[in-house]
Each structure stands twice: as C-alpha cells, then as structure tokens.
Antibody, heavy 124, light 108 residues
Framework: QVQLQESGPGLVKPSETLSLTCTVSGGSVSSGDYYWSWIRQPPGKGLEWIGYLYSPTSTNNNNPSLKSRVTISADTSKNQFSLRLSSVTAADTAVYYC???????????????WGQGTMVTVSS | SSELTQDPAVSVALGQTVRITCQGDSLRAFYASWYQQKPGQAPVLVTYGKNNRPSGIPDRFSGFTSGSAASLTITGAQAEDEADYYCTSRDGIENHEVFGGGTKLTVL
C-alpha cells in the first residue's frame, strides 16, 4: 500500500516561496504508471488542483490559475517529490495535500492515494 | 477551463437512499470520480470510472456518469456517511483534474 507524507514549514511570510516535500513509501516516484500531484484546500473551502509531475519525462502540468508560480519536481534517489509556490499571499493559506494521480485513454481518472495534508499559513 | 457544479448541501434520513449530482462538460469525455472527506481528514476515493470502488469501500456507494452529468448514490445511508463529497474528472483540454465545489451530506 502506497503511503504519502507531506513535510515543510507551517508558516511562510508574504512574498516568499512556499516549499513542501512529499515522501512516498510502498511505491516509486519513478513509476511511469502514475502522476505525482499537489492539491490544496483553503480553510472551510473546497479542493483546488495545483499540478502534477510525470517523473519519467519530468513533465509538469500546473493549474493555469496559479500561472508560473508553481514548480513541481522529483528527487528519485529519495523517492520524494516537491512543491514550490512563489510570491505567496494570504490567499495561499491552505491545507496542502500530496497525492498519486492516474488517468488513461479510456476516460478513467482518479486520485487514489492522498497524504494526510499539511497546513500552511501565509502571514508576517 | 472546465468546471464541475455540485449542490452545496443534501440531506438524507438514516437508512434511506441519496443521490449526489455533478454537472460539467468534461464529463462528456471522462468518467467522474467521487471522494468522501470527513472533518480534519484527507479525502478518500469512493468510486471511479464505470462504477468501480476501491478495496474497502462499501457496496452501498455507486457512481454513474452519462452525458454531462454524474451521480454518486448511497443506498441505505449510514451515520458514518455524513461528510463532504467531491466529484472530479479530467479536463481533456488543459490536461488536469478539475474539482466540483463539494456537497455537504447530512444524515438525519
């Protein structure tokens, strides 16, 4: 059973860069079967897709609403993947989840494994 | 980009059947997946694809996608089913997953 665990600072100052790491156990970030993803949830609100990484080709696909602020990368030697979100504001305060994402050519897509989530507050 | 629309809140009497719906153009090309989220917890996948359930999900949960609409049906709702439910599907144009706004299910 794959498990994912987020880690990183719980408090980030406005205009700085939020950095989180997701450690994967029971599976490989190098796998070509899945896409490694970040999702967030502001307090009391719904889920928002941030982006995903396909590790074999280092291909990213990020939410256009976050524009160029998002970078998702992987360290296959540590079986980890990371999120960097630059120029943060209070609107980026949220629970951040790392997750495993799958989709295929016959119309299936799913987020089948989630980390427990980590709360990040943007405040001076 | 695509959007998925859900009713904000639905209620059901204990033991009765409830259907939670989701609408959006992306559903014409991709099946919906449904997630259950209880307070303070990460979402959990409950149905995906053509009415598939991950291991450990009770068979009272079923999913259906047709045209631009999808539904999650809980047959014989239990008190532990009280939660927020989110639908998702893939946006085939922008190549990412899109979320519905969530439905808060109350079991009376």
């Amino acid at each position: 059973q794959v498990q994912l665990q987020e880690s990183g600072p719980g408090l980030v100052k406005p205009s700085e860069t939020l950095s989180l790491t997701c450690t994967v156990s029971g599976g490989s970030v190098s796998s070509g079967d899945y896409y490694w993803s970040w999702i967030r949830q502001p307090p009391g609100k719904g889920l928002e897709w941030i982006g995903y990484l396909y590790s074999p080709t280092s291909t990213n696909n990020n939410n256009p609403s976050l524009k160029s602020r998002v970078t998702i990368s992987a360290d296959t030697s540590k079986n980890q993947f990371s999120l960097r979100l630059s120029s943060v504001t209070a609107a980026d305060t949220a629970v951040y989840y790392c997750a495993r994402y799958y989709y295929d050519s016959i119309g299936y897509s799913m987020i089948d494994q989630w980390g427990q989530g980590t709360m990040v507050t943007v405040s001076s | 980009s695509s959007e998925l629309t859900q009713d904000p809140a639905v209620s059901v009497a204990l033991g009765q059947t409830v259907r939670i719906t989701c609408q959006g153009d992306s559903l014409r090309a991709f099946y919906a997946s449904w997630y259950q989220q209880k307070p303070g917890q990460a979402p959990v996948l409950v149905t995906y694809g053509k009415n598939n359930r991950p291991s450990g999900i009770p068979d009272r949960f079923s999913g259906f996608t047709s045209g631009s609409a999808a539904s999650l049906t809980i047959t014989g709702a239990q008190a532990e089913d009280e939660a927020d439910y989110y639908c998702t599907s893939r946006d085939g144009i922008e190549n990412h997953e899109v979320f519905g706004g969530g439905t808060k299910l109350t079991v009376l």
